[in-house]
Nanobody, 128 residues
């Protein structure tokens, strides 16, 4: 049974940083495409960053240069380092994984539609 458990969300002021973590279990971690997606109130879910099994990454335009997605294979953990946060980054952040999605850029563009496995989400709130 595939499970994804996120942590690291919280409330910060604009300009602050947070690091989200996602610990997967129940599958071969390294062979899946994984990503972070966010859902803000009254907005569509959007892709924030993805990383595929080759280690290639893709970022939303709003995240480029500010957020970094990475994997620590030794700890079996996916991270999203978020710097210089803005109020518009507020939302529920979800970790997702899929064994069929093979390309990070493609995965980002699906807005998560092609990802089968999801965590419960972690809330990020950025105040101005």
């Amino acid at each position: 049974q595939v499970q994804l458990v996120e942590s690291g969300g919280g409330s910060v002021q604009a300009g602050g940083s947070l690091r989200l973590s996602c610990v997967p279990s129940g599958y071969t971690y390294s062979t899946y495409c994984m990503g972070w997606f966010r859902q803000a109130p009254v907005k569509e879910r959007e892709g924030v960053a993805t990383i595929d099994s080759d280690g290639d990454t893709a970022y939303a335009d709003s995240a480029k240069g500010l957020f970094t997605i990475s994997k620590d294979d030794a700890k079996n953990t996916l991270y999203l380092q978020m710097n210089r946060l803005k109020p518009e980054d507020t939302g529920m952040y979800y970790c997702a994984a899929d064994p069929v999605v093979t390309n990070a850029r493609y995965g980002l563009g699906t807005r998560g539609r092609d990802f089968d496995y999801w965590g419960q989400g972690t809330q990020v709130t950025v105040s101005s």
